[in-house]
């Protein structure tokens, strides 16, 4: 085994030509699908070796990324020597390539890394019950044997349920621990809207589309129909490179001006040309209503029109007095509501401006913009939304798309886009299969919601969605696939949760979060490692890959562990896995399905041959499908040809549009909801009750708490507002640890030059941050391009945290951010306040020079 690492480092991509790459597309807007990097059809040998030891193997990207992208590796002599992505058919605008980012490219980095994790292990001063648990993060590692690990694991599990209740074990995530908890007596689980932010819930009950399950704005193709593309908080460039950029420079192409409204000038917004409205983060809601109130001030069906009265009229309920659902009392209606004629608060560009940050003048003119041009393509990302008491905004923003008529039509369309389907909705062209195994139902009911759960570890209750406040004992925390510790709000407290309980154990493949604050870590094999798979992307494409290399080290997958821990409970492994991972992935690929040329209902994707099934030595039938099994092994992605004027184009809404009540929308009235009882309904007894209508209010943690006094203006202890972007150098937390993508994106904190002169801080000081939650450090990068008193620390950084001075280094987002459950539970990261200060201590090393967490 160490001979095949060596190998991988002798053969390995040459340091300085990775970094060069990398800053040369950094310089060209971080449009991360390169296409001046041509990757020629032509070379595309497929698994045909260039030598007879030579190989090209479909590999996976696997982490929870927007874009979805081919990627191969070269093996040779049973070493990953390069990497390449999509080079399956020529590239062009219509079938363009799937092309993966430095991310992606670095993949190897990460699977043959020396911080891999190599054998079971745990804490020195562990001890049944837990020992010194106040080492949790601080203690030395013993390794230990697979047999040793997996009876402490056990034996932990049934002491604490057997003293506890199973209420006390508490899977973080969904995964194959999940199952094995399912069948031994269960446990309690965390649910929230991770990245949806507000869209999760609200938007559905008003008869919008949520943007994942459901994606509610038209396809690609006819996003070129766009006159006017307004791009609200989303910068595909960052969060989703692959496609998605690409995709929205063929609508420049064809003629679409973009706007860019959001705290920063984002790549995304530089690359398209895109004209930027900077705004504070959690005000958009007064933005929309502002620009609501302009249209309605202005419009003149005669001289004017800015708003289709006739989409309003019939399409929705709840504008105006006349057209309220019933049960409703008239004066709620939201046009009275908008105009002040009870409050006597008028929603005006004056009134949005001194909250939001955008100048009224500016505000009527992006009212005028979207109100008098024909084809709007009013689009978002779920990062706006990602706000506390969060509701209110995304129905603020449908409203302006429905009092402007911008859906359902070609060129027009109001939603999310976002991850997977950033400018591309519509329903999926190619769906992968099922394994066929068992999902055993948990029998415990208890479910926190995430923005409480470090709170009901500490202080033992929470509120259980329907029943109200439950106390909760949790003492055993099985951290399977989600990096809980990092990535939900006060990291801080949650470190503190991790030291309360009496065992902590994590599968890992590198020490993360997660890992890190443990007793009993399991080495997992990566994606690389495993039978293969299939990768859900963008609606046109699937994914698939294949085995690279045999597990490192001691790493097993996830479900052998699983199966191994249903031993050692005493319990029949075949119950949860009655077949193997080859089986499993076997049954994936012959149940996938592809879109009939028609367009209409779907046929299976795989062909099947009675030698192929010998050969892989599974049960299965032989299937006609559209591509050989083989091929598509080798390709690694199936895309579905597309063309202007296809059987596959999609403009969202369509069906209700052209037949509102032979088609109607699952919501009461079966329109769209502008007054919508049940978001309100919902909500009561949760954590703050929403309107009906998108009335503003203040946001908890939100701008108006950076004051200590709103109406005199005096700022208060946080008078800075942080929000927490996606940045290219991760997926969310994965990557951070790969070292040539830590020098390629070295993570600053953003901050305002004009906010750092006041605080005396220069270019690369290393800066404080401090909420009431934790502390930060950073270097600053100081930049024009970002909204005065707004900073940006990039999401994902994995925390490391100085123990003396109790403040963390790495600058991980969630060590500002509040466990703060709002509305219908939605996760609040992007408000958060905080101040700032240059830091007198040692100033930081750049974190690509930092040890890597290399154990054993
Ligand atoms: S990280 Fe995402 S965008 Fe980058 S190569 Fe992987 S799937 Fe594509």
Not at 192 to 203: H, V, Y
Not at 423 to 448: E, F, H, Y
Not at 823 to 852: F, H, R, V, Y
Request: aromatic share 10%; net charge neutral; glycine share 10%.
């Amino acid at each position: 085994m160490f001979d095949l690492l060596k190998k991988a480092e002798e053969f390995k991509m040459s340091r300085r030509s990775f970094i060069g790459w990398s800053s040369a597309i950094a310089a060209t807007a971080a449009v991360p699908v390169a296409r001046g990097l041509v990757a020629k059809a032509e070379e595309n040998s497929n698994s045909e070796s260039s030598s007879n030891e030579e190989i090209w193997k479909s590999a996976a990207c696997w982490h929870n990324c927007g874009g979805r992208c081919v990627n191969k590796v070269l093996v040779k002599d049973g070493v990953v020597v390069r990497q390449k992505t999509d080079d399956t058919h020529p590239d062009s605008p219509d079938y363009p390539q799937q092309r993966g980012c430095i991310r992606g490219r670095s993949q190897r980095q990460q699977v043959f890394g020396a911080d891999r994790l190599k054998y079971p292990m745990k804490r020195k001063n562990w001890a049944p019950g837990g020992g010194n648990k106040e080492l949790r993060g601080k203690d030395q590692w013993v390794r230990i044997s697979w047999d040793e690990a997996l009876d402490i694991v056990s034996s932990e599990i049934s002491r604490i349920s057997k003293k506890y209740g199973n209420e006390a074990i508490w899977a973080t995530g969904a995964g194959e621990i999940s199952k094995v908890m399912a069948v031994n007596g269960g446990c309690t689980t965390d649910y929230g809207t991770t990245s949806w932010g507000a869209w999760k819930d609200a938007s559905t009950m008003m008869g919008m589309a949520e943007g994942w399950i459901d994606v509610g704005i038209n396809d690609r193709l006819d996003l070129r129909n766009s006159q006017l593309i307004v791009l609200w908080g989303e910068n595909p460039a960052w969060s989703s490179p692959g496609s998605p950029t690409y995709n929205f420079l063929q609508a420049k192409k064809a003629g679409a001006r973009f706007i860019s409204i959001d705290p920063k000038y984002t790549d995304s917004a530089q690359v398209l040309e895109a004209e930027w409205v900077p705004v504070r983060p959690g005000t958009d809601h007064a933005l929309a209503l502002a620009m609501m109130y302009t249209l309605l001030d202005e419009d003149n069906s005669a001289t004017n029109s800015l708003i289709d009265w006739d989409f309003l009229n019939r399409y929705t309920v709840g504008f105006d007095q006349d057209h309220m659902p019933q049960g409703a009392d008239p004066k709620d209606n939201f046009k009275d509501y908008l105009l002040g004629t009870y409050d006597h608060m008028p929603k005006t560009p004056e009134w949005a401006a001194e909250i939001c940050g955008v100048q009224p003048e500016k505000i009527r003119d992006l009212a005028r913009q979207v109100g008098s041009t024909n084809r709007v393509a009013l689009l978002t990302g779920w990062g706006p939304a990602r706000i506390n008491d969060g509701e209110g905004w995304v129905q603020a923003f449908s409203t302006l798309g429905l009092m402007t008529g911008q859906l359902g039509r070609p060129g027009q369309m109001t939603g999310v886009s976002c991850h997977r389907a950033a400018g591309n909705g519509g329903p999926w062209l190619v769906k992968g299969g099922m394994a066929g195994l068992p999902t055993p139902k948990n029998p415990v009911k208890n479910s926190i919601n995430h923005n409480e759960i470090f709170t009901a570890v500490l202080d033992g209750k929470y509120l259980q969605k329907g029943e109200g406040e439950k106390q909760a004992n949790i003492q055993l925390i099985y951290h399977q696939n989600n990096a809980t510790l990092q990535t939900r709000g006060a990291i801080k407290k949650g470190i503190e949760a991790h030291r309360k309980v009496e065992f902590v154990v994590s599968h890992a493949y590198v020490l993360n979060t997660n890992a890190k604050y443990s007793d009993v870590v399991l080495p997992v094999t990566t994606e690389w490692e495993r039978e293969g798979g299939m990768l859900e992307g963008n609606r046109e494409i699937f994914i698939v890959y294949t085995k690279i290399v045999d597990p490192l080290y001691e790493a097993k997958s996830d479900s052998l562990i699983a199966e191994e821990l249903m031993k050692k409970l005493g319990k029949d492994p075949k119950e949860l896995y009655p077949f193997d991972e080859k089986q499993a992935f076997f049954n994936k690929l012959a149940t996938s399905t592809v879109i009939a040329a028609s367009g209409t209902g779907y046929e299976p994707l795989v062909t099947i041959t009675d030698q192929d099934i010998k050969e892989w030595k599974v049960q299965g039938k032989p299937q006609q499908g559209r591509i050989m099994l083989k091929e598509f092994l080798e390709k690694g992605v199936y895309q579905v040809e597309r063309k202007p004027g296809d059987n596959f184009g999609h403009i969202a809404y369509k069906k209700f549009i052209d037949d509102p009540t032979g088609s109607p929308l699952k919501t009461k009235s079966g329109k769209f909801e502008i007054y919508c009882s049940t978001i309100n309904e919902a909500s009561k007894g949760l954590w703050t009750e929403i309107s009906p209508i998108p009335k503003y209010t203040a946001k908890t943690k939100g701008y108006e708490d950076t004051f200590a006094d709103w109406e005199s203006k005096k700022k208060g202890k946080y008078p800075f507002q942080v929000y927490n972007p996606h940045y290219l150098r991760r997926s969310h937390s994965t990557f951070d640890n790969v070292p040539w993508l830590r020098e390629a994106w070295p993570n600053p904190v953003y901050i305002n030059k004009s906010d750092a002169k006041l605080k005396g801080i220069k270019d690369g000081d290393t800066v404080l941050l401090s909420s009431e939650f934790g502390k930060t450090l950073r270097p600053a990068s100081l930049t024009e391009t970002l909204m005065p008193g707004v900073i940006a620390l990039p999401h994902g950084a994995w925390v490391e945290m100085d123990e003396k001075e109790e403040v963390d280094k790495a600058g991980a987002d969630n060590m500002l951010t509040g466990p703060i459950p709002t509305g219908l539970g939605t996760s609040g990261w992007n408000t958060a306040i905080c101040d700032m200060e240059k830091w007198e201590g040692e100033p930081l090393e750049a974190d690509d020079k930092w040890k890597q967490r290399v154990l054993f």
